[in-house]
């Protein structure tokens, strides 16, 4: 049997990258999905997909960052399957500069992509784990999360939030039957930060880790038996320098 046969996983920022590579995992292993995104062609088509792979999915367009959007998605599930097992919050930008050359309406759109939508998508998944007395929450958060990076100090305090707020959750949530932990992953050849600090030509040469290598990795988590739960996955790649 499958391993995730008749759990319903919610995924935000699923049209690209990271989020997309997790719904085509989780649909391999037998998920029904609840997708959202701001780009609708994609989430049609990333639909259509995971039911070749064997899952059911339906989708959600919106902008991560509202909570109309965060209500949608948890009604959604609710709807088409009746529960929510998985919320994977995946959502989230990237913009490298120092910080003498930082906006405060850059601090604003990153905190609020990646904090706010973590935030958001909690807020209204929590109660329908809470009534099944059991849940696993994971937030797709960075190794600038865990490490400070120069030329990135902004983006660091965002994901540094999302790992704080998911150890608080984890002792808040605990005693609901609910698991709750983060991905940290180093660089990803995806679209993320395209134009603020990243090029198409430098990633596509780089030896980060592909959405896959990452994919991998919630798949594991959510697929630990009930008695184990994942705190944290740190992942680099093979070549990073040793220096």
Known sequence: MAKLQGKVAVITGASAGIGRAAARALAREGAKLVLTARRKDRLEELAAEVKTLGGEAVFVVGDAREEKTAKDCTEAALKAFGRIDILIANAGVGNYKNLVDTSLEEYDEMMDANMK???????????????????????VSSMAGVYG?????????????????????????????????TINPGGVKTEFALGKGRTEKGVAESEMLDSEDVA???????????????????????AESLT
């Open 149 to 181: 990076f120069p030329g990135e100090a902004t983006y660091c305090a965002t994901k540094f939030a999302q790992v704080g707020f998911a150890q608080g959750l984890d002792k808040e949530l605990r005693p609901h039957g609910i698991k709750v932990g």
């Open 216 to 238: 991998e990795a919630i798949l594991f988590a959510c697929t630990q038996s009930k008695l184990s739960r994942i705190i944290q996955i740190q992942m680099r790649t093979m």
């Open 117 to 139: 939508t973590s935030w958001l998508s909690c807020r209204h998944t929590v109660p329908v784990m809470i009534r099944q007395k059991e849940g696993l929450i994971l937030l």
